[in-house]
């Protein structure tokens, strides 16, 4: 296992040099892995693993999307395409990849199926580690890891066809065969990542609900509202508070910051904004980290993980979140943004009159630019 040195920590990580393809294919030439679920991560992960020479079945249950989708993708009903009791029949390593609430629904079927020297693999450590609250205890003698790929399924499989690869953790959570660590790191090859590092299951989902409770999708909606209403309270138009507050981050910024880091980004661009970005930060940092504290120290204390399973299993989950969605949806933030994004050269040719057909947005774009009826 390569040893690399993060910021100064030295970590294990395995790359696709010390472990390439065809070592993942020679471990997993005898298994059957069965790809459980074929919603986001189901598709990419089973579709990678094929296309890389992996004996890989789907097992979906019937009359869903997800099943016509499989079909669609080339799983054959009858071949390599079963429904979900089936193929855990078949399966010699479960990928248990359905949502994180139907996996507790599911669990008794699963265990069923967990005959001695299988193994059960996940891309979370929800169901594990949370074990009180979901009731998934595998039984001793199956090898038990997991691999999360970190980002979404579309990404590893967008990433895969370029040639590319998504970074992912592995963990192992139980060893009963003594082939567990060489089974999790094919699957990890196998499935597209470009890299894997080490982590246990309880470290990777309270790093996982942190960070999308946090920076990546909580607390930057969060800040993204709080300035663009400071922008409006002071005056300033929709697309103005908007383009300061959200465009230029992801259209111009970030992807700088992916390439060369945050330093990088700071040194290029104009001395104004580089002396108040460095002057303001810390100043951001030591307003939100309580906030981050609260967020860990509850994700940790189970709380979240109780509120996701309390709510993900109402029968009117799908409703209640369709309302919550529509609330974001139609704030003034992202009506502009709808707007903004239309406005985008790129998108003009394509769907030029979208934004003149939506009359609300056609207001705020007549707030904005004047005349509606010149775009396009
Ligand atoms: N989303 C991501 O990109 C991502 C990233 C990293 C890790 N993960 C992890 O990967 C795992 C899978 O996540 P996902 O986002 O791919 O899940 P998802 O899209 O929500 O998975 C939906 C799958 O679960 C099935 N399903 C839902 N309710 C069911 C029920 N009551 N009975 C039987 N099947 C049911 C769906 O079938 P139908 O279509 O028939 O409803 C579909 O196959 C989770 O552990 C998640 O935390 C996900």
């Given at each position: 296992?390569?040893?690399?040195?993060?910021?100064?920590?030295?970590?294990?990580?395995?790359?696709?040099?010390?472990?390439?393809?065809?070592?993942?294919?020679?471990?997993?030439?005898?298994?059957?892995?069965?790809?459980?679920?074929?919603?986001?991560?189901?598709?990419?992960?089973?579709?990678?693993?094929?296309?890389?020479?992996?004996?890989?079945?789907?097992?979906?249950?019937?009359?869903s999307k997800s099943w016509e989708?499989?079909?669609?993708?080339?799983?054959?009903?009858?071949?390599?395409?079963?429904?979900?009791?089936?193929?855990?029949?078949?399966?010699?390593?479960?990928?248990?990849?359905?949502?994180?609430?139907?996996?507790?629904?599911?669990?008794?079927?699963?265990?069923?199926?967990?005959?001695?020297?299988?193994?059960?693999?996940?891309?979370?450590?929800?169901?594990?580690?949370?074990?009180?609250?979901?009731?998934?205890?595998?039984?001793?003698?199956?090898?038990?890891?997991?691999?999360?790929?970190?980002g979404s399924g579309t990404s590893?499989?967008?990433?895969?066809?370029?040639?590319?690869?998504?970074?992912?953790?592995?963990?192992i959570y139980q060893d009963a065969?003594?082939?567990?660590?060489?089974?999790?790191?094919?699957?990890?090859?196998?499935?597209?990542?470009?890299?894997?590092?080490?982590?246990?299951?309880?470290?990777?989902?309270?790093?996982?609900?942190?960070?999308?409770?946090?920076?990546?999708?909580?607390?930057?909606?969060?800040?993204?509202?709080?300035?663009?209403?400071?922008?409006?309270?002071?005056?300033?138009?929709?697309?103005?508070?908007?383009?300061?507050?959200?465009?230029?981050?992801?259209?111009?910024?970030?992807?700088?910051?992916?390439?060369?880091?945050?330093?990088?980004?700071?040194?290029?661009?104009?001395?104004?904004?580089?002396?108040?970005?460095?002057?303001?930060?810390?100043?951001?940092?030591?307003?939100?980290?309580?906030?981050?504290?609260?967020?860990?120290?509850?994700?940790?204390?189970?709380?979240?993980?109780?509120?996701?399973?309390?709510?993900?299993?109402?029968?009117?989950?799908?409703?209640?979140?369709?309302?919550?969605?529509?609330?974001?949806?139609?704030?003034?933030?992202?009506?502009?943004?709808?707007?903004?994004?239309?406005?985008?050269?790129?998108?003009?040719?394509?769907?030029?009159?979208?934004?003149?057909?939506?009359?609300?947005?056609?207001?705020?774009?007549?707030?904005?630019?004047?005349?509606?009826?010149?775009?396009?």
């Amino acid at each position: 296992m390569a040893q690399l040195n993060f910021g100064g920590v030295t970590e294990n990580v395995v790359t696709r040099e010390e472990f390439p393809l065809s070592k993942a294919q020679q471990v997993l030439k005898n298994e059957t892995v069965a790809v459980i679920g074929y919603g986001v991560q189901g598709p990419g992960q089973a579709l990678n693993q094929k296309e890389n020479g992996i004996n890989v079945i789907v097992g979906q249950r019937k009359n869903s999307k997800s099943w016509e989708k499989a079909i669609r993708d080339g799983f054959v009903p009858g071949e390599t395409l079963f429904e979900i009791e089936e193929a855990l029949q078949i399966g010699t390593i479960i990928c248990y990849l359905l949502s994180d609430a139907a996996q507790i629904k599911m669990w008794p079927t699963v265990k069923k199926h967990l005959t001695k020297g299988k193994a059960l693999y996940f891309s979370h450590g929800f169901g594990i580690t949370f074990n009180e609250q979901t009731g998934i205890i595998p039984p001793k003698d199956v090898d038990v890891f997991l691999v999360a790929p970190k980002g979404s399924g579309t990404s590893l499989r967008r990433m895969f066809l370029q040639g590319r690869g998504l970074n992912s953790s592995y963990a192992i959570y139980q060893d009963a065969t003594g082939k567990a660590f060489d089974r999790v790191v094919a699957l990890g090859i196998a499935i597209g990542s470009g890299y894997l590092f080490e982590t246990d299951f309880k470290k990777e989902v309270y790093s996982d609900l942190t960070g999308e409770r946090g920076t990546l999708m909580g607390a930057i909606q969060g800040i993204f509202a709080a300035q663009y209403e400071v922008l409006r309270a002071k005056g300033h138009t929709p697309s103005e508070a908007f383009n300061e507050t959200v465009e230029e981050l992801t259209q111009s910024l970030m992807p700088l910051v992916a390439e060369n880091g945050m330093d990088w980004m700071y040194a290029n661009c104009s001395t104004t904004a580089q002396r108040g970005a460095l002057d303001w930060w810390k100043k951001f940092r030591d307003v939100t980290k309580p906030v981050f504290t609260e967020l860990y120290e509850s994700v940790a204390a189970g709380k979240e993980s109780q509120r996701s399973i309390d709510s993900n299993s109402q029968a009117d989950y799908r409703e209640k979140l369709e309302e919550e969605l529509k609330a974001l949806r139609e704030s003034e933030l992202w009506q502009a943004g709808k707007t903004v994004r239309s406005l985008r050269p790129e998108n003009q040719k394509a769907d030029d009159t979208a934004a003149q057909k939506d009359s609300k947005t056609a207001e705020l774009l007549k707030k904005m630019v004047g005349n509606p009826e010149s775009v396009g």
